[in-house]
């Protein structure tokens, strides 16, 4: 059998059901094999975009994505997305094509060092050296992916190998010796942290994106209402916990609430869930959390003590060890009326300091407004994916995101682009959900091409860019620490969007008007296809409220 | 959106300081790894990504030849050791990781050293051969090259009783260590 057609059974056996990539010249046997291999094939316009759409078909589905480029700028291209699912723990395997082994190393057509380039980036990665490596590299890669702390796993598999004419025996078997993550959680670590919860006066319940991946968010909510647990999350962590709830404070950190952002400056117990400590989440590390001593749950032991020391660390699946905490805490009948004291003190600062901003009294559309517009539109129920900007941020403060996996964004890497594909991979594996993507109108420019894309496969995301002519998040930053000098920062009014998303055969339309934007937007998600939509809003707005970076929490402005 | 959020101007003095911390205290790793390709590239990567500097390296086979081991020695530098550890753990061809405790290991280096000598330096050159257990293992009429095994600290001190007498070029292999004892390093 050609090595290329056991590669379509192993992708067959791993149960994959979808893979967006572009051809070229040393994966021409791979894309003979998927002619009629059975496996859906999206072609899409740029490798990034490939990329992106399996990262956001992972966010969506839980599965695992898969994305497949040909060698050299095929494999560069792919960089970006598996940085981006590097730092977001997303489980995606990346396949490149490779120039024939006589060829590498010698700087032949399209060879790039594909291996070395993305070392620093991956979870791991194979260079195929020989035909009979590929089956079992192709299990071990989807076993690396999505186990553990979920990761990128590049197979880079050189053009001649792929064409190796080979036994083929199905086999699932993996044999990563080095491989052993710890998932279990030590049961007395699990009992000092409930008795720590138990004695704790300020509490506070810190959730990241790890929650998520190992789909603990029923365990997180059990955690939480053992008792009246405060719970807060990363930009990460949001839809983990449903919101909005008696008992959420909102997002923290540079762009959280306030309520959050003191709860954790005053609190005395913080139990960080699958979160790792980010600088945008602590500002000045030394003046984080002064009061508190740390619980830290995580399926990654090199996350622990990072960046704050624990002082009761639990390495092991969240999923796992959340019910085993809810147990023993409840074991230790903690004195109720006990957390009182603290919930009147986050509600004086919830009353005191809700989200606000000052809304238009004509036609302008507040950008924050906008986000209200659509939450409303889709009864909170769509599955949102976001670029990376202002519109990110407002995203995450005014949209409350009910249920995991609700919620796709860039959190880590930060990259501008990752939004309109990650919808399309978002599409892809929930067909049946309403999918909408908030854009900017300088990060949708970075992937607008995979509108053809949706086009052309009849992906029916509704996409809207949130249009204020500026690279937002850097003009506020030079508005607000740069003495207003914008430096090129200016997008002007172009494209026109309306006859972008029409060139690619998708619906334009364009929205001024606040007074009819939300029935505006209920029209636009209820048509056929990929729709794009440019909603012109107020150009200098400020997302606020705002820790500027480098500071403690209470320094927090506007 | 760097940090901190200010325009304030760093001085040269500052960013050298930031990027410079060596805590003085020498640490052998003993790293036990599969033998598949790249595997050193990943080692010394992550390394060098997490500002450590690696002073010596050595790699060679072990009793099973499915398994190499890496020693290297390094200086703590802004990270915990513990840290840069824990990420070796996540490299999936590494199996196993020893911050070997100085008291409970044998650490030994091999060295080459090329020496000027005429005829009335060679006899003094010997003598210091002697007391260090060196060998010369190849004689000139205008130099020898001298061969050592030892800690790093014993080629240091022969190094520098050597070099006044024209030391031409020096090769040294890193310190390579097993831990003492019957238990496995």
């Known amino acids: 059998m050609r090595a290329v057609d056991a590669l379509m059974e192993c992708l067959k056996a791993e149960g994959v059901e979808v893979v967006f990539g572009l051809p070229g010249g040393a994966n021409l046997p791979t894309y003979d094999a998927f002619y009629d291999a059975g496996i859906r094939h999206i072609l899409v316009r740029h490798e990034a975009g490939g990329g992106h759409a399996a990262e956001g078909y992972a966010k969506a589905t839980g599965r695992v994505g898969v994305a497949l480029a040909t060698s050299g700028p095929g494999a560069t291209n792919l960089v970006t997305p598996i940085c981006d699912a590097m730092m977001d723990s997303v489980p995606v395997v990346f396949l490149t094509g490779q120039v024939r082994t006589e060829l590498l190393g010698t700087d032949g057509f399209q060879e790039a060092d594909t291996i070395g380039i993305t070392m620093p980036i991956v979870k791991h990665s194979f260079l195929i050296q020989h035909p009979l490596e590929i089956p079992r590299s192709i299990h071990e890669a989807f076993h690396i992916a999505r186990t553990g702390r979920p990761g990128p796993v590049v197979v880079d598999i050189p053009q001649d190998l792929s064409r190796g004419d080979i036994p083929y025996e199905p086999t699932t078997e993996v044999r990563l010796p080095g491989y052993q993550p710890t998932t279990e959680g030590n049961q007395k670590q699990i009992r000092l942290a409930a008795k720590a919860l138990a004695n704790a006066r300020r509490p506070v319940l810190y959730v990241g994106g790890g929650v998520i991946s190992s789909d603990a968010s029923a365990e997180l909510v059990e955690l939480a209402t053992s008792d009246r647990f405060p719970v807060t999350s990363t930009v990460m962590g949001l839809g983990a916990f449903p919101a909005p709830h008696e008992q959420w404070l909102g997002m923290l950190g540079m762009h959280g609430t306030r309520a959050a952002n003191y709860a954790m400056d005053e609190a005395d117990l913080i139990c960080a869930i699958g979160a790792r400590f980010d600088d945008r989440i602590t500002g000045k590390l030394d003046e984080f959390a002064p009061r508190a001593k740390f619980i830290h749950i995580d399926v990654d032991p090199a996350e622990i003590s990072k960046n704050v020391p624990a002082h009761i660390p639990i390495v092991g699946d969240a999923g796992n060890i959340m019910p085993r905490l809810s147990a023993e805490y409840r074991a230790l009948s903690p004195q109720p009326g006990r957390l009182e004291e603290w919930w009147s003190r986050i509600r004086a600062w919830q009353q005191r300091h809700p989200l606000r901003y000052d809304d238009s009294l004509d036609h302008e559309i507040k950008p924050q407004y906008m986000i209200e517009a659509l939450y409303e539109a889709t009864a909170g129920d769509a599955i949102v994916a976001s670029d990376v900007g202002q519109h990110q941020m407002w995203a995450a403060q005014y949209f409350h995101f009910a249920r995991p996996r609700q919620w796709i964004n860039s959190g880590g890497l930060g990259t501008m682009g990752f939004g309109l594909p990650a919808a399309m991979g978002a599409k892809v594996g929930c067909p049946d959900r309403t999918v909408v993507c908030i854009a900017g109108d300088g990060s949708v420019q970075m992937n607008s091409q995979e509108l053809a894309t949706c086009v052309q496969e009849g992906i029916g995301i509704k996409v809207f860019v949130m249009n204020n002519g500026y690279l937002g998040m850097v003009r506020q930053w030079q508005e607000l620490f740069w003495d207003r000098r914008y430096s090129h920062v200016e997008m002007g009014r172009w494209p026109d969007f309306v006859k972008l998303a029409e060139a690619y055969g998708a619906t334009g339309l364009r929205f001024e008007d606040k007074r009819t934007l939300v029935s505006d937007m209920k029209q636009a998600l209820a048509m056929e296809g990929p729709v794009l939509v440019d909603v012109r809003v107020t150009r200098e707005e400020n997302t606020f409220p705002m820790i500027p970076a480098g500071q403690p929490a209470r320094n927090m402005v506007g | ?185």
């Open chain 2, 1 to 185: 959106m760097g940090e901190p959020a200010t325009k304030e101007l760093l001085s040269l003095d500052e960013l050298e300081a930031a990027g410079q911390l060596r805590t003085g205290r020498k640490h052998i790793l003993s790293i036990l790894v599969e033998n598949k390709p790249g595997v050193l590239t990943r080692i010394t990567g992550l390394f060098a990504r997490r500002g450590f500097n690696i002073d010596t390296l050595a790699v060679g086979p072990t009793d099973d030849e499915r398994f190499s081991r890496i020693t290297l020695t390094l200086d703590g530098a802004k990270h915990s050791i513990d840290q840069v550890t824990k990420q070796l753990h996540k490299l999936v061809n590494v199996l196993k990781i020893r911050d070997l405790e100085p008291e409970e290991t044998l650490a030994r280096e091999l060295a080459l050293f090329k020496i000027s000598a005429d005829g009335a330096s060679r006899a003094e050159i010997m003598q210091i051969c002697e007391v260090f257990r060196a060998k010369v293992v190849d004689l000139g009429r205008r130099s020898l090259v001298i061969e050592i095994t030892g800690t790093y600290d014993k080629i240091e001190a022969f190094e520098r009783l050597v070099r006044p007498f024209g030391l031409v070029e020096m090769a040294r292999t890193g310190e390579i260590a097993i831990a003492r004892g019957r238990g496995e390093t």
